[in-house]
């Protein structure tokens, strides 16, 4: 038996090749391979420099109060869909009340884990380590550092090859009384490279 479908499968392939082996080949009808002359090269995402991209959030009035809000940023895409990043925030604040200039400062570091869910969706958690003014103690000129976990997303907008603008909006799930910012952080921003 296993000397009979042996020998039929093999009649089978001998004829199917004999069978198309007769088929006559039209020189008009075989389209030549094309040949790639001066087409760009795709970039090589494997590449560290084609992983990064730059950007922030920057935020600023002026007038009797007197803010400003600087953070910028550094990414690193570890895949297509999920990159890892960080950077420095620093806020300056002044206010003219009643004759007396109040002044402060906050300052300090951050890192992320952004995730596109769709192609300009993203889910994003992370790490605030800010040095704030600290009221609580009475002491004058006094300062903390706080840890605010940020946990979110936002919306990417391209407005070229390169740039994006990013609009986002985070939830402070440590928030305490010395948390710079209420909930919900919104912030808008730009990427570059991305």
């Known amino acids: 038996m296993k000397r009979f479908l042996s020998a039929f499968i093999l009649f089978n392939f001998c004829l199917i090749g004999s069978v198309y082996s007769q088929e006559p080949v039209n020189s008009s009808t075989v389209t030549p391979t094309p040949t790639r002359t001066n087409q760009p090269i795709p970039k090589d995402f494997n590449s560290f420099k084609d992983r990064l991209y730059f950007g922030g959030n920057v935020g600023a009035w002026f007038g009797t109060t007197t803010y400003l809000y600087l ?116 912030q808008a921003g730009f990427n570059m490279g991305f």
Request: with cysteine; aromatic share 18%; net charge positive.
């Open 71 to 186: 953070q910028p940023l550094v990414g690193c895409k570890i895949t297509k869909q999920f990159s890892l990043g960080g950077g420095f925030t620093y806020n300056y604040y002044s206010q003219n009340y009643g004759g007396i200039k109040y002044t402060t400062t906050i300052y300090g570091a951050n890192a992320f884990a952004r995730y596109f869910v769709l192609e300009n969706l993203f889910a994003q958690v992370g790490v605030d380590k800010l040095n704030v003014p600290d009221y609580t103690t009475g002491i004058i000129d006094s300062r903390t550092w706080v840890t605010n976990i940020l946990v979110g997303g936002g919306y990417r907008q391209a407005f070229s090859d390169k740039g994006s603008f990013v609009l986002a909006i985070y939830y402070n799930i440590n928030q305490t009384p010395l948390s710079p910012y209420p909930n919900p952080i919104v």
